[in-house]
């Protein structure tokens, strides 16, 4: 079975400070694909990233990087000099290739980003 | 190139009542799948749709139903409406199996 832990429910920050977001993840794939999105208020889901289980490298697009690390299954998101327009609800997601196309929501982290 | 759209964005419905709604996908995409969103479950699968077949399936009763058209729109019908089917309907859309998906703005159905 695939699980998507996000333990944080809610986090609250000063704008300009750093904020990290965890997502712990579950699957006994070998092969599989990891996703963050943002959902602000309007509701649609925008798409931030993508990783594939064979590529473990670190990301980095502007103010926002992704820690993926197969040794503890964690896909970890930060946001740096955060502002706030990132305010918004953040998921983790998860798809097992056996899976095929159904994807695995995290419960989502709530981030305020206090000016 | 236009993003996912869905129709409509708001619906109010009674229970008992049936209810349709439309998702077009971005153009090329050929897979569309379906999320329900809760306050109290959060996001779930509900199925998706690769070809005009139903490739994927969430564990949801029969009541939730589905099909796509051979321009890849897709429509989700739910009959007998309950009170718990309150929700955000969300669709989706990728390439290829593996690809990401991309969301539209969801509709949001209201059962009174």
């Known amino acids: 079975a695939q699980k998507v832990t996000q333990a944080q429910t809610e986090i609250s920050v000063v704008e300009k400070e750093d904020v990290t977001l965890d997502c712990v993840y579950e699957t006994r794939d070998t092969t599989y694909y990891l996703f963050w999105y943002k959902q602000p208020p309007s509701g649609e889901l925008v798409f931030l990233i993508r990783r594939n289980s064979f590529d473990e490298q670190n990301e980095i697009s502007g103010r926002y990087s992704w820690n993926f690390q197969k040794s503890t299954s964690s896909f970890n998101f930060t946001i740096t000099a955060s502002q706030v327009v990132d305010s918004a609800v953040y998921f983790c997601?998860?798809?097992?290739?056996?899976?095929?196309?159904?994807?695995?929501f995290g419960s989502g982290t709530r981030l305020s980003i206090r000016p | 190139k236009a993003g996912v759209t869905q129709t409509p964005r708001y619906l109010i419905k009674t229970r008992g009542q049936q209810v349709t709604l439309s998702c077009s996908p971005i153009?090329?995409?050929?897979?569309v799948s379906w999320y329900q969103q809760t306050p109290g479950q959060g996001l779930q699968f509900l199925f998706e749709?690769?070809?005009?077949?139903?490739?994927n399936k969430g564990n949801f009763p029969g009541r939730f139903s589905g099909r796509q058209f051979s321009n890849s729109r897709s429509e989700m019908n739910v009959s007998t409406l309950e009170l718990g089917d309150s929700a955000l309907y969300l669709c989706a859309s990728s390439g290829t199996e593996g690809d990401t998906q991309y969301f539209g703005p969801g509709t949001r159905l209201t059962v009174l």
């Open positions: 153009s090329g995409h050929r897979s």
């Open positions: 997601a998860l798809k097992a290739y056996s899976s095929a196309s159904k994807i695995i």
């Open positions: 749709y690769f070809s005009e077949t139903q490739r």
